[in-house]
Antibody, heavy 116, light 107 residues
Framework: QVVLLESGPGLVRPSETLSLTCTVS??????????WVWFRQPPGKGLEWLGH?????SAYYNPSLGRRVAILAGPSEFSLKLTSATAADSAVYYC??????????WGRGIRVTVSS | EIVLTQSPDFQSVTPGKTVIITCRAS??????LHWFQQKPDQAPKLLIK???QSISGVPSRFSGSGSGTEFTLAINGLESEDAAAYYC?????????FGQGTKLDIK
């Protein structure tokens, strides 16, 4: 049973870096052919794919985030870093694992507010 | 990027009825289109993958069909627990994108 849990600060100051970690149990990130994904959902709005990392090495990002985003992976956790945060980055952030057949497991999400 | 447009945005249906949600893509996706259900304050849950493939543990009243640019999610015999937002999502082309969502209310 794969379990994912997001952690990080719930409040980020504008212009600072939003950093979140997804801790994984029941699987290892650098084994197999799963993708490790970050999504977000602003309050009252729809879902947005932020990016994913594959085989702990190859990362792909949503161009809408420009060069602000990075996803890094270790053996049992992967992280999201979003620089120069603004109020528009306030959202619930979800991490997820997708296997090669698109079966997915999601974390429960973490709410992040960007505000001074 | 591929734009996914869902219809309707909102629907209110009585229990036992059937509802159809449509997702149209701005470019052909083959069958790389998936459906999620999201209840308030919960993470999205995968209902259907690759347009029509069922997911273990998901009730059989949920079914999907379509290919190319037009897809549908059907929910037969609606139950009160089906009240939720439903999103289509494409994984065929990066960046991956979602439809705007359909909110389903059970009367």
């Amino acid at each position: 049973q794969v379990v994912l849990l997001e952690s990080g600060p719930g409040l980020v100051r504008p212009s600072e870096t939003l950093s979140l970690t997804c801790t994984v149990s029941g699987d290892t990130i650098n084994s197999g052919d799963s993708s490790w994904v970050w999504f977000r959902q602003p309050p009252g709005k729809g879902l947005e794919w932020l990016g994913h990392i594959f085989s702990a090495r190859s990362a792909y990002y949503n161009p809408s985030l420009g060069r602000r985003v990075a996803i890094l992976a270790g053996p049992s956790e992967f992280s999201l870093k979003l620089t120069s945060a603004t109020a528009a980055d306030s959202a619930v952030y979800y991490c997820a694992r997708e296997d090669s057949t698109f079966e997915s497991h999601w974390g429960r999400g973490i709410r992040v507010t960007v505000s001074s | 990027e591929i734009v996914l447009t869902q219809s309707p945005d909102f629907q209110s249906v009585t229990p036992g009825k059937t509802v159809i949600i449509t997702c149209r893509a701005s470019q052909s996706l083959g069958t790389s289109l998936h459906w999620f259900q999201q209840k308030p304050d919960q993470a999205p849950k995968l209902l259907i993958k690759y347009a029509s493939q069922s997911i273990s543990g998901v009730p059989s009243r949920f079914s999907g069909s379509g290919s190319g640019t037009e897809f549908t999610l059907a929910i037969n015999g609606l139950e009160s627990e089906d009240a939720a937002a439903y999103y289509c999502h494409q994984s065929g082309t990066l960046p991956r994108t979602f439809g705007q969502g359909t909110k389903l209310d059970i009367k």
